[in-house]
């Protein structure tokens, strides 16, 4: 063992008196031990991107791959897919304004496993990508980031929808899974009301903003480039290709929100909370009785008596 060490001494020695002869070998020797740091980090970066998307979904307690369907949940027919689809159109028709530093795509739908969720509108850049969430209501409109329900008010009755800035933030961990491979990507989620509904008392870091305001919004971030020309066509492509526009698929997705609409109305009928599992009780407020929750203030779910 002493003799081991002996032997290493005097390589360690020999080597560094090479070093000392030739200094100017300490430069590639440098360049190779960033060369492995960036391989590292890159991997720890990777790695990350997934570790954060699962602790996302873990924390929240909602799949960011059915954010779609829990939003949809409150469907009453299918004239009401309708009037979303035509808010759906009049944002695209929009977006169609912008300039070629621009790439817009309309209405895209991805499968992450088993999984499938839809992106109204999703804007490519230099600049970043505009991740954009599309409502066409009507009414008053009351919500906070925090909530899992936004409030829908008229004269003589309210409305619960899915926290649409939720929603959003879904789908933003959903094209960081697509796009993994793509560093120092800037993501601008924007939820867009394209109806005659007001927006009284939003409390939101995320913009939400009526159609008119969308196109300066968008240009109000585009200052800083982050992606390169040529990472704007491959993840365009990448999206392209990750789409699923079948009609099959769009079937099977719309299945997906009238089962998760049945099984809420289900429970409903049976005086049990959806959110939490408690027993409905009837209730009486500003503008007539309604089901709210017996694990009120713990649970904030209401809804009308049919």
Partial sequence: MYAFFYLMQDKFFTIKEFIIENPEILIPLFLILLFFIAIIATSYTQKKVFDDFEKSISKNRI??????????????????????????????????????????????????????TQIDHIVVS????????????????????KAKYWRQSFKTEQHQFYNPVK????????????????????????????????????NSTMPVIYEYQLLDMIKSFSDTKCISHENVKRIVQLLEDRQIDSEEHLEEHIQNIHKQKASRQLQIKKRICPKCGCTLVIRTGKYGDFYGCSNYPACHFTTNIQ
Wanted: charged content about 25%; glycine content about 6%.
């Fill in 63 to 116: 799949h960011y791959f059915q954010v779609l369907e829990k939003e949809n949940s409150y469907f009453q027919n299918d004239d009401e897919y309708a009037i979303g689809k035509a808010g759906e159109d009049r944002v695209a028709e929009e977006l169609s304004n912008l300039d070629d530093n621009y790439i817009v795509l309309n209405n895209c739908m991805f499968r992450i496993k088993d999984k499938t």
């Fill in 126 to 145: 230099e600049y970043g990508i505009f991740v954009i969430e599309t409502k066409n209501y009507s009414g008053w409109i009351f919500g906070n980031e």
């Fill in 167 to 202: 929603q959003n933030h879904g789908h933003v961990y959903t094209l960081k899974y697509l796009l993994y491979k793509f560093s120092n990507i800037k993501y601008f989620p924007i939820v867009v009301f394209a109806g005659t509904a007001e927006l009284k008392e939003i």
